[in-house]
Structures are given as structure tokens and as C-alpha cells.
């Protein structure tokens, strides 16, 4: 997986969104997901493809449900359930692919405010 390091992109989500009392059974919603993802990515001023290719570990232009755990748990620093990260997928899924691709997540870190 290609990290964006040296930039605390990763270290910057790691201290500025985890949540400290966050048990295996507290559910992040998609909005909890998407909104830690942009407020991160602008802070470290990142675009949606820098946060798209750092997550997207085999370089096939999609992110599947492996790829998106492995991600968020680099970048937001919990490790979610394989539901939530269903959930996420679904949410994003324009394309009912099962897979996000840039597209999808452009859209979606553009629409969350």
C-alpha cells in the first residue's frame, strides 16, 4: 500500500479524529467516515485522488472492501467492521460495482459539508 508519508497525512487522521472511548461495538456511520476523510484530507491539503491512490493497494483504479479497511485503518486509525465497511461501499457505489473508484469518491467527498 503506498502511504502519503512524510506529509502526516496519516499522523494528522490518527490524532485529530480518533476517537479515544470508540469500542469494537460503537458503529461510525458513512457521514462519520466520509466527513473524517475530508476534514483530513484538507487539513493536510490532499486532494481526492491522494487519498484515492493510498488506499487503492493494487493500483486497478478501484477500492474494494480489503483495500477500504486496510485504508481507513491507516488514515483514521480504527479498524471498522466488515459491515461498516459494506456499508461504506454501498453508500458510495454509484455504479453497483461493489467497488469505489475516484469518481464515486470525489463525488461523495464533495457533497459531504
Given at each position: ?16 479524529t480518533r476517537r479515544e472511548d470508540m469500542s469494537n461495538d ?37 477500492i474494494n472492501g480489503p483495500e477500504l479497511y486496510k485504508g ?42
Amino acid at each position: 500500500m503506498r502511504l502519503l508519508e512524510g506529509n502526516g497525512f496519516g499522523t494528522f487522521m490518527q490524532r485529530s479524529t480518533r476517537r479515544e472511548d470508540m469500542s469494537n461495538d460503537d458503529l461510525w456511520t458513512v457521514e462519520e467516515a466520509i466527513s473524517n476523510l475530508k476534514n483530513a484530507m484538507n487539513e493536510s491539503k490532499q486532494t481526492a485522488a491522494d487519498v484515492f491512490s493510498s488506499i487503492d493497494a493494487n493500483d486497478d483504479g478501484e477500492i474494494n472492501g480489503p483495500e477500504l479497511y486496510k485504508g481507513l485503518l491507516e488514515h483514521l486509525g480504527d479498524a471498522l467492521s466488515p459491515g461498516q465497511v459494506s456499508m461504506i461501499i454501498k453508500a458510495l457505489d454509484a455504479n453497483e460495482d461493489n467497488r469505489i473508484d475516484l469518481s464515486e469518491l470525489t463525488a461523495a467527498l464533495e457533497e459531504e459539508e
